[in-house]
């Protein structure tokens, strides 16, 4: 079977800069209600670039690039079901692409789903192969940061491993540095 080619250095500086700049979004909105779910979607649903993308993928359900480009729309819409369920789409056509595992940890973020967030991340960090670990330090870094603040309570050697890990990518984050001095106090 002949995977579709995707050109993956540009499609993950993309989703970086997505990431980035709505990192403090992810952070401080409210869990949304059932009117705001149902704006949202009705918002992607009159969204030309979102129903144009869900044309191309309907020719072609196996287009990872168009794809991409639709979950990254719908995370632009702020419509954080479907752009895990593109995200979970991407992960099953090509399931060694760690960035989409970063993406799909970052929308259960958004949508306040923490567990499902933290297996995504904890999916993210095993899937990043060795030759990309320097071009994903920071992302890696959040992902254990992410996962030791969720392990804190109910496993704390597991975090301070984590937190470890985040420190190593990401030595001037300063929550890790905060996590990492509670956790080991």
């Known amino acids: 079977m002949k995977m579709p080619k995707v050109n993956i250095k540009n499609l993950f500086a993309g989703l970086i800069l997505v990431g980035s700049a709505s990192f403090v979004s992810a952070q401080t909105n409210q869990t949304n209600s059932a009117a705001n ?5 009705a918002a992607t649903q009159q969204n030309p670039t979102i129903e144009g993308l869900k044309k ?3 020719a072609n359900p196996k287009d990872t690039e168009s794809l991409a480009k639709l979950a990254t729309a719908y995370q632009e819409a702020s419509d954080w079901t479907n752009a895990v369920e ?3 789409k991407i992960s099953v056509l090509l399931p060694d692409w760690a960035p989409a595992y970063y993406s799909q940890a970052y929308a259960y973020q958004s949508a306040k789903d ?21 071009q994903n330090k920071k992302n890696l870094a959040y992902a254990y940061f992410y996962i030791a603040f969720s ?9 301070k491993e984590h937190i470890a890990k985040s420190l190593q990518y990401d030595p001037n984050n300063q929550d890790a540095i905060k996590l990492s001095k509670a956790l080991n106090s």
Not at 37 to 41: D, G, K, P, S, Y
Not at 120 to 129: G, I, L, N, Q, R
Not at 151 to 159: H, I, M, S
């Open 56 to 58: 191309q993928i309907e």
């Open 151 to 159: 392990e804190q309570q109910t496993d704390p050697n597991k975090a």
């Open 37 to 41: 779910t149902a704006t949202q979607t």
């Open 86 to 88: 593109t995200w979970k």
């Open 114 to 134: 923490d567990a499902n967030a933290k297996i995504a991340y904890e999916k993210y960090v095993a899937t990043v192969k060795p030759e990309e670990v320097e």
